[in-house]
């Protein structure tokens, strides 16, 4: 097994930490926010472009990868590293998510689910050993339990059972997966209930897995929700192992989380803002349409040198969105991933220079967020 | 006035050229083929990319930017140079072709055109004088007379009419245009009728402008009428000035162009068949969504050398296409665009090494067009 992480440090004034995961397809450096490749594409992008960016590791989603194009033809191309020729590491989620989200159109049972897909309506039948099966074709380097992300709120009798049931399929992932080269993920839940968080964490942490996620949080809960469950959860995974908090990618998420010992984020937000005409920067959110920009010749972000913001000014972008050119939606997702990427440098600058609270305060300042 | 065209070299076995257009934003090597970029972006492609791919002038249309973001902005922001940061030469055109295209929507006048617009309907007024305070602001290198692009078919009396007032809205231009820093082309009508193409030529060339366009072609007949008229219409021109054919970009077209002594073209073809999922290859076309292609993990065209046929496979771009995934328009467009430039590229080559007329029976026999 190809996959290790190393703990470099540990904050003295936060539980941020410093590391290195190591997989089949190179280093990760943590903590890290990881782009969303839907459909084995980071929309707009192309592989090249996120690699010139420093994109360390990408992920993609089974359940649509499963409908379009087919495990087994990515699988014929060499993998989803293949199919669409991003050599860097690749985490693909378990399809559980999608599916769940499909609300009426699914059924759970102790075996798996059953579900209607929202291209052509067919039944079809997601279980821990299918999804395994489907992960190991598209071969990423980390993959996923498959598991029940709950809906928030939710009453304790139903995150209870749904959590107990999560830990068996956890079991079953576990004795389905076979790949050495694959990193196979633990998923805490239990809701917003810490009792509940205790037992999932508890369960999976003696199945040993190599690397633990943290599911059910950003599903629509408050910041100060999520902040509480986290400050009671992530103490209860392994300290040697890497922590994954799934679903999150706004700047004052990604900081509270990594304040409290998460290691990996992912989030489609960066790019989907992207494509709605809205730029992070580090004076705050620009919605590029807005009238005032009509002759605003600067760019995006004066503060920022990435390619966009060093080449084309708010006054062209703001045209380009509001003549529909396709160029528009990629110069906002450029300058948005850019962005979180070297938030996340920065961020790790911080914990080796044993700043983070402090760039933390002052980012929150100049972006608009309430410091607390 | 920093506009000038060296002729180095005519064929021997047919009328086509080599030269070099000097321009304010760099040098032109001709027979060339240039992109369009409408509204101040050739679709989904960054100026950026469109350097790498040796693309020597772009299009800008200017009844699109006289409407969005209108000419003063452009103007503010340093000319659509500036605007959308590309520094080789443009050309943009003088709006007549859009504007008589809305049919109904517009009347002509010997004063100019009325219309209403195809963004919000309102009543606007295009003369040869606004036409060429537009264009000077855009400020593009090479600029276009004011003309009226008849329609096909038409009758002789309609054509007479529209020709004549073209070579009085002529002159009107010459008149108007003011910047030295731009040079303004003639345009040469006169539909399919010998005598009135001459008149239109003779006329014009009194006026000596410093490049001539041929217009009314490809607007909907045959090739073999395009090809006559082009037979008798080019000899009518200066030598020593550059000719350029408007509305062309297949590669038929562009050949039985360049050996009728053409020297630029434009069209929107290869961009806009590229979003529908067409690539033009050494082969022919190949049209991606075709299930044919489903599992095929060659290159869009084994032949190129373009950066998308050196990473990505038929069935990954099939599969964007079939999933609407924005990346899939963009790499049909840059390998189309890089297919074009390369096949002009070899035919300056060729009519170098006097073997055109060989190159071109190669080249149809492999695409897949009668070669006559």
Redo the contacts between chains.
């Keep these: 097994m190809n996959f290790s992480f190393d703990l470099h440090k540990e904050s003295c004034d936060c539980k941020a930490r410093l590391g290195t995961i190591h997989t089949p397809h190179g280093d990760i450096e943590t903590p890290v926010f990881m782009p969303v490749g839907t ?3 980071v ?6 472009e996120l690699e010139e960016m420093n994109t360390q590791i990408i992920l993609g989603n089974t359940y ?1 990868l499963h409908l ?2 087919g495990h087994d ?1 990515v699988k ?2 060499g993998g989803l590293h293949g ?3 991003w050599h860097r590491p690749i985490l693909t989620d378990s399809g559980g998510f999608q599916v769940f989200s499909l609300g009426a159109l699914r059924k759970i049972t102790e075996e798996g689910v059953k579900f209607r897909n929202h291209i052509d309506g067919s039944e079809m039948f997601l279980t821990p050993e299918s999804s395994m099966e489907i992960q190991e074709a598209l071969g990423a380097d980390i993959i996923m339990c498959f598991d029940e992300c709950a809906p928030y709120p939710a009453d304790y009798e139903y995150i209870k059972n749904s959590m107990e049931r999560t830990t068996r399929w956890a079991k079953r992932c576990k004795e389905a997966h076979i790949r050495e080269d694959q990193a196979l993920f633990g998923i805490v839940q239990g809701g917003m209930y810490r009792d509940l968080r205790e037992i999932s964490a508890r369960d999976l942490v003696d199945l040993d897995f190599p690397g633990y996620a943290v599911g059910g949080l950003s599903v629509g809960e408050p910041l100060s929700v999520m902040n509480e469950v986290l400050d009671y959860t992530v103490p209860m995974l392994p300290r040697n192992k890497p922590r994954y908090l799934m679903g999150v990618g706004s700047p004052d998420y990604l900081f509270e989380a990594v304040i409290r010992g998460i290691d990996m984020a992912d989030c489609v937000l960066p790019t989907r803002i992207a494509r709605n005409g809205t730029a992070m920067t580090s004076q705050g959110r620009v919605v590029i349409k807005n009238a005032s920009y ?2 605003d ?1 600067t760019p995006l972000d004066p503060e920022c040198d990435c ?1 966009v913001c060093k ?3 708010r ?2 972008i ?3 969105f ?2 529909d ?3 528009g ?3 906002t997702t450029i300058h948005n991933l850019n962005f979180l990427i070297k938030l996340m440098e920065k961020i790790r600058e911080a914990i080796k220079d044993d700043c983070l609270m402090e760039f933390k305060d002052d980012f929150y300042r100049k972006y608009g967020y309430n410091v607390s």
Tied chains: 1, 2.
């Design positions: 459909k084995a594409t929309k707009t992008m192309t592989s090249g649509h379009r194009p033809l014929e191309a199919f669409m020729q009509k002759r010749f390619p080449t084309y000014s006054a062209y703001r045209h380009l509001n003549t050119e396709i160029l939606l990629r110069l």
